[in-house]
């Protein structure tokens, strides 16, 4: 407790005494060089022995600060005293925690060995000492004022900088998490369209690369976007009666060069097609997907044709989106 208020005075003042012990002085040393090495200033303590010192002041300032009387802080000021006498007479020196050590010299004169104290160095905290390259001639200790204040200012720069620039990235990084957060639903819904526009681009590849579609204003769904079949100019009027899908247990229908299929779906996966058939309502047609080896999409036909003409007249009337594929 005697400690840490003695630290707590000299933040105050420059010097607290002590009475029958002695002065603890604050002293301020300049950067300096040793062996290449630049050394950050730093504020020690000194201490100048004397039994004569009066420390009224110190008493009454452990009073103030500990909330107690004149007569009990003078008592831990003594007891103090009295601990660090019958320390030493046992003990070649006596250690005290965030302080420093005490010792007596033969002639019976305490002295102190200041540590480097935290609490009075707030200002040079964080500045370590320095390599510098070895040179020549050159005095290897002597102060070092204004080179080495030039040479803090640089690394203490280098430290804002690179705190800067963690406390920015933190704030970016935080600002990206929060937006997809906020936009989930909406990023969900872009991906989704991307999605859609290349299994398009997909379809229009592979049935009918002849069309001229322009994919970037096809309106979004859930499962696919389907492509409307222009009606052929050279229409043969004969057979154009459809071969109806008969309802069987088996869903797939293999396919059959020569033949006309009316499209009203085209997926990557059968539990699409399942669903796009029972949302759309197309068991009434018998729907089917259609098995191509060639082609590993799932195609969700309604109709079966001889002829072009009949099926893209079937596919206009039941639905302007459905398509023909031969």
């Known amino acids: ?39 950050p200033p730093q504020n020690m303590v000194e201490f100048e022995y004397s039994k004569e ?31 660090l006498e019958k320390g030493l007479e046992h003990n070649k020196s006596l250690f005290f925690d965030d302080f420093g050590t005490f010792s007596k010299e033969l002639s019976g004169k305490i002295v102190f060995q200041s540590m480097l104290i935290s609490q009075l160095n707030v200002e040079n905290e964080g500045f370590e000492p320095v390599c510098l390259l070895s040179q020549k001639n050159v005095q290897t200790t002597q102060t070092m004022d204004e080179p080495v204040i030039d040479k ?16 920015a990235t933190t704030i970016l990084a935080t600002a990206m998490l929060l937006f997809a957060l906020f936009f989930k639903e909406k990023i969900v819904v872009f991906y989704k369209t991307i999605s859609t526009k290349s299994e398009i681009a997909m379809v229009i590849k592979d049935d009918e690369p002849e069309n001229d579609i322009d994919i970037n204003n096809l309106e979004e769904e859930d499962t696919v976007v389907v492509v409307t079949v222009p009606v052929s100019k050279n229409i043969n009027k004969k057979n154009n009666t459809a071969i109806h899908l008969h309802e069987s247990k088996d869903i797939h229908l293999p396919y059959e ?21 029972k949302e759309k309502k197309l068991e009434k047609y018998h729907a089917k997907i259609i098995v191509e080896p060639k082609n590993p999409r799932k195609r969700v036909c309604i109709g079966v044709f001889d002829n072009e003409e009949a099926a893209i007249k079937f596919a206009a009337q039941t639905d302007k989106n459905y398509w023909v594929l031969k």
């Open 1 to 39: 407790m005697i400690t840490s208020t003695i630290i707590r005075a000299l933040l105050e003042e420059n010097s607290v005494t002590i009475s029958g012990l002695g002065t603890f002085f604050l002293k301020k040393l300049p950067s300096q060089i040793k062996e290449d090495i630049v050394y």
């Open 53 to 83: 010192a009066e420390g009224f002041d110190f008493v009454s300032k452990l009073s103030k600060w500990e909330q107690i009387r004149i007569d009990e802080a003078q008592t831990q000021v003594s007891e103090w005293l009295n601990l």
């Open 152 to 167: 803090r200012h640089i690394l203490v720069k280098k430290k804002n900088k690179r705190d800067k620039i963690w406390f």
């Open 257 to 277: 060069k020569g033949k006309y299929y009316v499209i009203a779906g085209s997926f990557t996966k059968d539990e699409d097609a399942l669903r796009h058939i």
